[in-house]
């Protein structure tokens, strides 16, 4: 599929692994998402334009590069909150805006409850952040949220990603790029990805029901 990306690279396995065991706890679970956030980064940050610049060395001026792009981070609430810190490690400047979906276990659609998005003056590049690409339709939503907010390039980055969720995406989406980690078998029928690692957002927070 055309613009999505699945990371092979070893350490992404390994991390993987440890992050799918129902055994590892929210501590360990929370680390290794951070640890993938950063590879998935890396990935998804392989594009940006710079510009030259000089600096002073201890010795003597030299010629470098840094990020000429405004980038803009933008979670989706909850589960895409433990991404934020290590691509903010990565790219220091950059915007953190958030928004807010809860899927209605009925309908399975997303219902937004939160947007924080300013009025104009789009970022550059919008990496928008959800650890699993299950249905689509939270992904979906953010997208023409940031879009509509008049982003010209926008990335999707997810830890999982289900068939069927990529499909949503790229049909409506086809010229926004996706990087994941693993591309999964296919969705059950409450929604979660198979074999997936079940909610993230309740492992993430330890916000399971006892």
Same mark, same amino acid.
């Given at each position: 599929?055309?613009?999505?990306?699945?990371?092979? %690279?070893?350490?992404?396995? %390994?991390?993987?692994?440890?992050?799918?065991? !129902?055994?590892?706890?929210?501590?360990?679970?929370?680390?290794?998402?951070?640890?993938?956030?950063?590879?998935?980064?890396?990935?998804?940050?392989?594009?940006?334009?710079?510009?030259?610049?000089?600096?002073?060395?201890?010795?003597?001026?030299?010629?470098? !590069?840094?990020?000429?792009? !405004?980038?803009?981070?933008?979670?989706?609430? !909850?589960?895409?909150?433990?991404?934020?810190?290590?691509?903010?490690?990565?790219?220091?400047?950059?915007?953190?805006?958030?928004?807010?979906?809860?899927?209605?276990?009925?309908?399975?659609?997303?219902?937004?409850?939160?947007?924080?998005?300013?009025?104009?003056?789009?970022?550059?590049?919008?990496?928008?952040?959800?650890?699993?690409?299950?249905?689509?339709?939270?992904?979906?939503?953010?997208?023409?949220?940031?879009?509509?907010?008049?982003?010209?390039?926008?990335?999707?980055?997810?830890?999982?990603?289900?068939?069927?969720?990529?499909?949503?995406?790229?049909?409506?989406?086809?010229?926004?790029?996706?990087?994941?980690?693993?591309?999964?078998?296919?969705?059950?029928?409450?929604?979660?990805?198979?074999?997936?690692?079940?909610?993230?957002?309740?492992?993430?927070?330890?916000?399971?029901?006892?």
């Amino acid at each position: 599929m055309r613009n999505v990306f699945e990371l092979h %690279h070893p350490l992404v396995q %390994h991390h993987l692994a440890l992050l799918r065991d !129902r055994n590892t706890g929210a501590a360990e679970f929370r680390r290794l998402l951070q640890r993938l956030s950063l590879l998935l980064a890396y990935e998804a940050s392989k594009d940006l334009d710079l510009r030259e610049i000089e600096v002073e060395t201890p010795l003597m001026p030299a010629a470098a !590069r840094v990020i000429r792009q !405004r980038i803009g981070v933008v979670p989706i609430l !909850r589960a895409g909150l433990g991404m934020v810190d290590p691509i903010v490690t990565l790219i220091p400047d950059a915007e953190v805006w958030h928004l807010g979906f809860y899927r209605d276990e009925k309908t399975l659609r997303p219902v937004e409850y939160y947007r924080k998005l300013p009025d104009g003056d789009p970022v550059d590049v919008s990496l928008v952040l959800d650890p699993m690409l299950a249905t689509g339709g939270s992904a979906v939503a953010a997208l023409e949220a940031v879009y509509r907010w008049g982003v010209p390039v926008v990335k999707l980055l997810a830890m999982i990603a289900s068939p069927e969720g990529l499909r949503k995406v790229h049909t409506q989406f086809p010229r926004t790029q996706v990087y994941v980690c693993a591309i999964d078998t296919r969705l059950n029928d409450q929604g979660y990805i198979l074999p997936g690692l079940g909610d993230a957002g309740d492992r993430m927070f330890n916000a399971h029901a006892h």
